[in-house]
């Protein structure tokens, strides 16, 4: 009869397990990027212009209230968030890379961004829970108008932020594939960017492209670095 010799561990030790590893926090940010502009898109009233004058803003926003408050939540609130959690995160690996210039770009541009989208979360709530309510057609206007062109200064940003993150895909600190992504987002951001600073209609309607590009350029990023850490 053949036997076969069955290794059998030494009294006192623990066969080696390997550790569950959980989603690390760019990931776990980066998707939750997504899922907040998803259900922001979903509550609140539908696109207002950003040419919209201030008796159509209210008129856009009134009876609204709870759910214009969480689309500004969602939309500028939680993503300043997500665009500084991952941003830093990428401006960290570029630093452990050696490349210090784009670590330093990468980082002011994730920031400033974020600080911006923050401003504008507390405008819009503003202008949901104090301009509309009291008519203020001139400051409902005014409110409004400021969050479209503080928007378009953190597109410009964004640009920046993006073309800093193609450049690191291709040096290989973040995943190939979001090269070309992070090149569009850049391209198309930016004309959109224009277009909100300047109030431009034509212009304003890039963001159509430019949002879905962001969501997968910063949802793929937070998950690819979260891979190359593992």
């Not at 036997?3 to 926090?25: E, K, L, M, Q």
């Not at 090269?179 to 963001?207: C, W």
């Amino acid at each position: 009869m053949t036997t076969i010799d069955v290794p059998v561990p030494a009294a006192g030790t623990v066969p080696a397990v390997r550790p569950h590893r959980r989603p690390s926090a760019p990931a776990v940010v980066g998707v939750a990027y997504s899922l907040s502009w998803v259900a922001a898109l979903s509550v609140g009233p539908g696109n207002v212009s950003a040419t919209a004058d201030g008796h159509q803003v209210v008129a856009a926003y009134a009876g609204q209230t709870a759910g214009a408050t969480a689309q500004y939540l969602l939309s500028e609130g939680l993503p300043a968030v997500g665009l500084a959690v991952v941003g830093l995160a990428l401006a960290g690996a570029a630093r452990r890379a050696g490349l210090l210039r784009a670590a330093r770009t990468t980082a002011l541009a994730a920031v400033a961004a974020a600080a911006i989208s923050a401003v504008q979360c507390l405008l819009g709530v503003f202008l949901v829970l104090s301009a509309v309510p009291s008519g203020a057609t001139g400051e409902a206007h005014l409110l409004f108008e400021l969050v479209n062109r503080m928007d378009g200064v953190k597109m410009l940003v964004l640009a920046v932020l993006a073309l800093a993150g193609a450049s690191l895909s291709r040096s290989g600190v973040a995943a190939r594939w979001l090269r070309h992504p992070g090149y569009a987002l850049a391209v198309t951001i930016a004309g959109s960017g224009i277009g909100y600073l300047l109030l431009l209609g034509g212009f304003t309607s890039l963001a159509y492209l430019s949002l879905p590009l962001l969501m997968l350029w910063v949802t793929g990023t937070g998950i690819s670095l979260s891979r190359k850490a593992r």
